[in-house]
């Protein structure tokens, strides 16, 4: 914890967390930067001024198991948790789609190219938003697997 107004945070797996604890949203960004540093689960977002280009390289598949770069559209790291029938890619259609697993374009920093599983997340949006069924899957197995 960073008693500061500023807002930011940071967490890299398995080794550390941090986050402002003195402005609107750190009980958000507690929560967001433990998702990275606990279950290894990356950035959804791609539009903030806090963004990476060269973050992940064209052709190869993120680690992290919240986002995809979709080089296998049948085999979707996520495809147990996929919604029946809905396409992947997903259209960014919030009304027919906005409350199912999916693959919609956009994450890692990237507006195209990598692909998150629903149209928000924790690790998407700043607010108010639960963690996806995928990322609320890779932190209970992570539980699981500190826990056997």
Same mark, same amino acid.
């Given at each position: 914890?960073?008693?500061?107004?500023?807002?930011?945070?940071?967490?890299?797996?398995?080794?550390?967390?941090?986050?402002?604890? &003195?402005? =609107?949203?750190?009980?958000?960004?507690?929560?967001?930067?433990? #998702?990275? +540093?606990? @279950?290894?689960? *990356?950035?959804?977002?791609?539009?903030?001024?806090?963004?990476?280009?060269?973050?992940?390289?064209?052709?190869?598949?993120?680690?992290?198991?919240?986002?995809?770069?979709?080089?296998?559209?049948?085999?979707?790291?996520?495809?147990?948790?996929?919604?029946?029938?809905?396409?992947?890619?997903?259209?960014? &259609?919030? =009304?027919?789609?906005?409350?199912?697993?999916?693959?919609?374009? #956009?994450? +890692?920093? @990237?507006?195209? *190219?990598?692909?998150?599983?629903?149209?928000?997340?924790?690790?998407?949006?700043?607010?108010?938003?639960?963690?996806?069924?995928?990322?609320?899957?890779?932190?209970?197995?992570?539980?699981?697997?500190?826990?056997?």
């Amino acid at each position: 914890m960073v008693n500061t107004s500023q807002y930011g945070g940071g967490g890299i797996y398995n080794f550390y967390s941090v986050f402002a604890t &003195d402005n =609107e949203y750190d009980a958000y960004l507690a929560v967001h930067e433990f #998702g990275h +540093g606990f @279950a290894g689960l *990356g950035d959804e977002y791609y539009s903030s001024q806090v963004a990476y280009s060269d973050a992940y390289p064209p052709g190869v598949e993120p680690w992290e198991p919240n986002i995809t770069a979709l080089l296998d559209k049948e085999n979707v790291k996520w495809k147990a948790l996929l919604t029946a029938g809905v396409p992947c890619p997903t259209p960014e &259609d919030k =009304e027919k789609y906005g409350k199912v697993v999916g693959c919609f374009e #956009g994450a +890692g920093y @990237a507006a195209k *190219g990598l692909f998150r599983p629903m149209i928000d997340c924790k690790m998407f949006s700043k607010g108010y938003a639960a963690f996806c069924p995928v990322c609320a899957k890779a932190i209970s197995d992570m539980i699981d697997f500190h826990s056997e």
